[in-house]
């Protein structure tokens, strides 16, 4: 496993997207300081998930952004990416590549990526854990990572080796135990608290709750014993409506008879009418077709005699066309002549232009070849310029070198430098830990401020609170005026749709086929049903359906003959009236004659109504019909002007229900859909009138559920806002807690300060030894006389090349001459060549002229020949057109004499139907009067059935009412001791009170769901106990229902709650043991681990001093699972007791050795060290490389480096510098 690729966009001083591959093996990273090279270490810092700003050196988050220069504008955004080569699975992940991603914008939202998959850190640092390169990674050493191992406290500096040791996922799994054992506890007090509350709680509200309890119970009581008197009155109405109904059934019976008659005798007229109008029609059409045909003989007349007329003086424009063809031909030949004396002429031009054309291909041959030699000639001087180049190169080169020999004696003069800058950001930090303490008071100061505040949001929340009560208070009477309408809305439509279900409305033969059908006294196959069920219509034109239709509402539409056969036989045999039928197989379509149709078309707003129709297309004969010939209109007034315009042919119905018949009569007044006031309901307009309460019952129905779940979003924001009161209280115990948290870092700020001021010391002692070493420097050991010969070696040979430069410039100025001199003479054959060529081309032109005019005079010889044959053809196309014409003529003077006959015949057909007509309309009127003294009579019964049944639905609203009512508590609340017939507590209700009410033998329900009663004896006993339970629910006087569902939702939570801390518990003493198991195996895998660890450190401690002494120590000794780690260093011939008693260049040797024993143990797929070597002289580093080198084989090594040891080891080198303030770019070389 290794990194193969990394990517940088937007990161620091990286503003353009970088691309960095490694292979395994060393790569170098240099470049002049303040290049950006330690940026490319905190790219993999961060993109493994860094998240410290001072490893970082950042403030924020945001901070890692490109923040633009002069020349360049700040990005929005920064990602880094790289690839991980997986192929022997070292991460636990299916994917021979490993891609991981970071990025991040100005908001701070940063996020991660694995192979293209979002992602959280935590899954990052779960892969990567116990690689050496997750948290706590010993692989990647930053600046000052070894001075911050080396100066950590022991049990810090223990993590570092449990990441090489592998325990670092079993640390982390004990971290998230503990937090949750933590969260256990808290969790457990609390619910403590909240169980004492809800206890207290429902102490305090029983004996209201139980006080209110027996108030529901009674009320449940008064509203079943209500109901029940309900069902007796209910029961008593519905015997008195039936009776009125068998004599109104009677009635009817008589009323059906006259009724058919009428509509028969309709019918006949209706039939004649149509009859009538299509003979009317078929004259006028016999009438129209004569006159068409005698206005094509006229017109055949007058085309015979043209034709003859035009024929005369077609002879003489045959002869004029003859004669211009032998002219044409003439002028042909005579062009033809002239076409053969200029080809001539053309010949000998082309003779002399080719002769020319070939001395000037010689002259272009001979000045090219002039000037490949000049080209060649020119490349030899450009390839003198590049040598001069190069050799320019070289000397900056060595000059660049001697100027690094100068670079290293500074070097000595920087380290100390850098030691006082330690030694002020010692300085500086313990200026911070000063002001942390300052920050401290203040931030004690702003939780007292954060009191303040939780108190006034507590108060804002109880101020909510009542206000979503009172909101309450209005949800729950809205909601009884929306359940009081959807009562009396269901009742209407019971009452319609018990009409509808006994076909009120409908002849009585229908109702009896229907009833026969549905008692399988009749076969059903055949009958397809009544005419008015079968058709859908919009609301807007109810009205009219219902008028048009008329008694025809109830004709029954049957698929043949003998299925109308059928029901009629079964009539006759159950002796139950007369129905009209139409068989689908006899049934003619009626429909407008087109003069009627024209006189619709003129009305505006006017339409037949079948247009409007939504129908079976199987039942389309019998609806045509019946209704093929209705016109709806938009008023009664122009109702009146289409029958008369349509002369009095058409019926037409207007839009509120008024008919014009036929005959001139005309029908208006008020519909009922529930026969109210003695008027015969209209199946149509109550087929509509339920479509708009069962919608509008639907609507009721989602108002309510939005109602009810306003109320549960009220009630459940209540119970939020309770709960966050409650969190609140905690907030405020919280802010005392950070009080006693704040109070105990200021104690650990000041033992930082102390700590800085012992570093500070050994700064100054390593001060001292460095200025020792400045002052022995000998500058003589570097090669500056050989670097000084190579640049004068190098002078002399530029001299050299820009000797033959010139020589050169003088052979191309030779040729230029030459090559100058053959162009002219070039030119001079090109100018002769140009006007032998113009000499060919004008004779070239005047030959295609003669040609043009050649091909026109043939095509004016074809155009001619053309018009000639032409005529000749008209000329018999006329001849044979007179013919057809004089035959045609003779045909339609036969036709003529036919359709007089047929026109006469008609004629007299027509008045006789007319004649038969009046008759049968005088017929008809005689049957209206009758039938309508037969609804006179039929009125008064209407009306008593009318009362009696309002005083029904009267009483089945109140039940209804009462049925809803009976499950619910006077506030809305379902009650949980609900009962639902109440029996139970009207037996105890008896016994308390002294009562025999006899509730089960009294009052019951029939099989038909109808209410029964034994006596006026049972009625009176309700009413006594119904009285004496008003009174006891009186003397209660006002209780608080919601009270009841209070007290059991708080025993339910207190339940939940009681469940909740035993889960609670359990999963304390889980973790508990969890974490001594866990403890058990860090201890094991330490214990196991330490002693290697210890031998390989003492190991690389030797090779890297040349001897001396290293040990780690565990302190205490015996303790595996937290015991610190303490380094012991002594290099050789020094007896240091503390590591801070080491020079800069010692402790960085003894820091290299302890990360190099940590790769021995466990190695990491690569690592990353940013200038570890730059305290070290020249042997030591030269010790360090072959370290490096030694351990390569097995590792991948990432070294950011000034050393020039460090990067002639290097397989690999990245430079990194900047082209452009604060823009760094990155080239690489490879070996």
């Not at 190695?1163 to 042997?1179: C, I, K, M, Q, R």
Request: hydrophobic share 35%; charged share 35%.
């Amino acid at each position: 496993m290794h990194l193969k690729h990394l990517e940088i966009f937007g990161f620091k001083s990286f503003p353009e997207r970088v691309s960095l591959s490694f292979s395994p093996g060393i790569t170098a990273v240099a470049g002049p300081n303040g290049s950006g090279k330690s940026n490319i270490v905190d790219a993999l810092l961060w993109v493994l998930g860094e998240q410290s700003p001072k490893t970082l050196r950042i403030g924020r988050i945001q901070d890692v952004i490109f923040a633009g220069n002069t020349s360049r504008k700040p990005i929005s955004y920064a990602e880094v990416s790289i690839s991980i080569d997986n192929c022997d699975g070292s991460l636990r992940i299916p994917y021979s590549e490993v891609v991981i991603k970071r990025s991040v914008d100005r908001a701070g939202l940063c996020e991660y990526y694995l192979n293209g998959t979002p992602c959280r850190l935590k899954d990052i640092q779960d892969l990567l854990m116990d690689t050496g390169i997750g948290r706590n990674a010993y692989a990647i050493v930053g600046q000052g990572k070894i001075e911050e191992i080396l100066n950590q406290r022991p049990e810090e500096r223990r993590y570092v080796l449990e990441e090489a040791v592998g325990i670092g996922r079993y640390r982390w799994r004990k971290k998230e135990a503990t937090q949750k054992l933590a969260e256990a506890s808290r969790d457990l007090e609390r619910l403590g608290d909240i169980i004492a509350e809800l206890s207290l709680r429902i102490n305090e509200i029983s004996p209201e709750a139980d006080r209110a309890l027996e108030y529901l119970t009674l009320w449940r009581a008064l509203r079943s014993l209500e109901k029940k008197r309900a069902q007796a009155e209910v029961a008593r109405y519905a015997d008195l409506l039936g009776e009125i109904r068998r004599e109104i059934e009677e009635i009817e019976v008589r009323l059906e008879e006259n009724e058919s008659k009428s509509e028969e005798a309709k019918e006949d007229i209706e039939r004649l009418a149509s009859e009538l109008s299509i003979l009317e029609e078929k004259r006028r059409n016999a009438e129209r077709e004569k006159s068409q045909i005698e206005t094509e003989k006229a017109s055949l007349e007058g085309s015979i005699e043209a034709l003859r007329s035009q024929l005369e003086p077609w002879g003489e424009k045959i002869e004029e066309e003859k004669s211009l063809i032998d002219k044409l031909e003439s002028r042909r030949r005579s062009l033809l002549e002239d076409l053969a004396h200029q080809e001539g002429d053309l010949l000998k031009v082309t003779s002399d232009w080719e002769k020319t054309k070939s001395l000037q291909s010689e002259l272009r041959e001979t000045l090219a070849n002039k000037t490949s030699q000049l080209k060649e000639k020119k490349s030899e001087l450009e390839e003198a310029k590049v040598r001069m180049i190069d050799l320019l190169n070289e000397k900056a080169e060595a000059e660049k070198k001697l100027s690094t020999n100068r670079t290293l004696r500074e070097s000595f003069e920087r380290d100390k430098k850098r030691i006082e800058e330690q030694e002020e950001a010692c300085r500086k930090e313990a200026e911070r830990c000063r002001e942390d303490l300052t920050e401290i008071e203040g931030a004690l100061k702003k939780l007292e401020e954060e009191k303040a505040h939780l108190q006034e949001r507590l108060e804002g929340l109880r101020f909510a609170m009542d206000s979503l009560n009172a909101e309450l208070a209005t949800l729950n009477a809205l909601k009884s005026q929306k359940n009081a309408s959807l009562v009396a809305s269901k009742a209407k439509l019971e009452t319609l749709e018990d009409m509808a279900s006994r076909r009120d409305g409908f002849g009585s033969g229908t109702r009896a086929i229907l009833h026969g059908i549905k008692r399988a006294e009749l076969k059903a196959s055949g009958i397809v049903g009544p005419l008015g069920d079968l058709i859908e219509v919009k609301g807007e034109y109810v009205l009219a359906l219902a008028a048009a239709l008329g008694g025809a509402a109830d004709y029954l539409v049957v698929e043949d003959e003998e299925t109308a056969r059928r029901c009629i036989e079964y009539l006759k045999k159950k002796r139950a009236g007369r129905s009209t039928f139409l068989p689908l197989d006899m049934i003619r379509p009626s429909s407008l004659s087109p003069r009627e149709r024209a006189c619709v078309d003129k009305e505006r707003g006017a339409q037949v109504l079948i247009s409007y129709l939504t129908y079976d297309k199987h039942v389309e004969p019998a609806i045509l019909h019946v209704l093929g010939r209705v016109v709806v209109a938009l008023d009664l007034d122009q109702a009146v002007r289409l029958w008369r315009a349509a002369g009095s042919s058409l019926r037409v119905v207007t839009l509120a229900g008024d008919v014009v018949r036929q005959g001139g009569s005309i029908t208006g007044g008020h519909f009922a859909e529930d026969g109210k006031d003695g008027v015969k309901p209209s199946p149509v307009v109550r087929k509509s009138t339920m479509e708009a309460l069962r919608k509008r019952i639907r609507e009721d129905n989602a108002h309510l559920n939005a109602i009810d779940q306003e109320i549960r979003l009220k009630e459940s924001r209540i119970h939020d806002l309770s709960i966050a009161s409650e969190e609140v209280t905690r907030a405020l115990e919280e802010v005392k807690r950070q009080e006693l948290a704040l109070q105990a870092e200021a104690s650990n700020i000041a033992e930082r300060s102390r700590r800085l001021t012992e570093e500070s010391e050994n700064l100054k002692k390593e001060r001292e030894f460095v200025s020792f070493r400045v002052g022995g420097w000998d500058g003589g050991t570097f090669d500056d006389l050989h670097l000084t010969d190579l640049i004068e070696k190098i002078q002399a040979e530029i001299a050299a090349v820009e000797e033959k430069r010139a020589l050169w410039e003088r052979d191309i100025e030779d040729l230029e001459g030459y090559v100058l001199s053959l162009q002219e003479k070039l030119e001079t054959i090109s100018s002769e060549a140009g006007m032998l060529k113009e000499a060919y081309a004008s004779r070239s032109e005047r030959i295609s002229r003669t040609k043009g005019l050649l091909l026109e005079t043939d095509r004016e010889i074809a155009e001619a020949q053309e018009r000639f044959d032409r005529l000749l053809g008209r000329e018999k196309d006329y001849k044979l057109d007179l013919e057809d014409k004089e035959s045609r003529l003779r045909e339609i003077c036969g036709v003529l004499k036919k359709v007089d006959a047929t026109y006469s015949a008609l004629k007299e057909q027509e008045d006789k139907t007319r004649l038969r007509l009046l008759a049968l309309e005088k017929y008809h009127r005689r049957l209206v009067g009758k039938v309508e003294a037969d609804r006179s009579l039929l009125m008064e019964k209407r009306s008593l059935e009318w009362k009696a049944q309002s005083e029904l639905a009267s009483w089945k609203t109140a039940l209804l009412g009462l049925t809803d009512e009976s499950e619910a508590a006077p506030d809305g609340n379902v009650p949980d001791t609900a009962d639902d017939d109440g029996l139970s507590e009207l037996k105890d209700l008896a016994v308390r009170y002294g009562l025999d009410i006899r509730a089960e033998a009294s009052v019951g329900q029939n099989g038909d769901g109808e209410c029964n009663t034994n006596g006026q004896e049972t009625t009176e006993e309700l009413l006594a106990l119904i009285q004496i339970l008003k009174e006891r629910l009186d003397a209660l006087g006002p209780v608080k229902l919601p009270l009841i569902d209070e007290r059991k939702h708080l025993l339910a939570r207190r339940a939940f709650l009681d469940d909740q801390r035993r889960d609670l518990e359990r999963s304390k003493a889980s973790l508990a043991s969890l974490l001594s198991e866990i403890d058990e195996e860090i201890a094991h895998r330490f214990k196991e681990s330490f002693d290697a660890l210890r031998e390989r450190f003492k190991s690389r401690f030797e090779s890297l001093f040349g001897g001396g002494e290293a040990d780690l120590l565990l302190i205490p000794e015996d303790d595996w699972v937290s015991g610190g780690i303490e380094v012991i260093a002594r290099p050789p011939g020094r007896r240091v007791k503390y590591l801070s008693g080491l020079s800069g260049g010692e402790r960085t040797l003894t820091g290299i050795a302890l990360i190099f024993s940590l790769l021995d143990y466990r190695p990491s797929p690569f690592v990353v060290l940013d200038e570890v070597e730059a305290p070290l002289d020249e042997a030591n580093a030269a010790r360090f490389i072959r370290m490096l080198k030694g351990l390569s084989d097995r590792m991948q090594f990432i070294v950011v480096t000034h050393q020039r040891l460090t990067m002639e080891a290097a397989d690999v080198i990245y430079g990194i510098t900047m082209e452009e303030p604060g823009a760094s770019v990155a080239v690489s070389l490879k070996f």
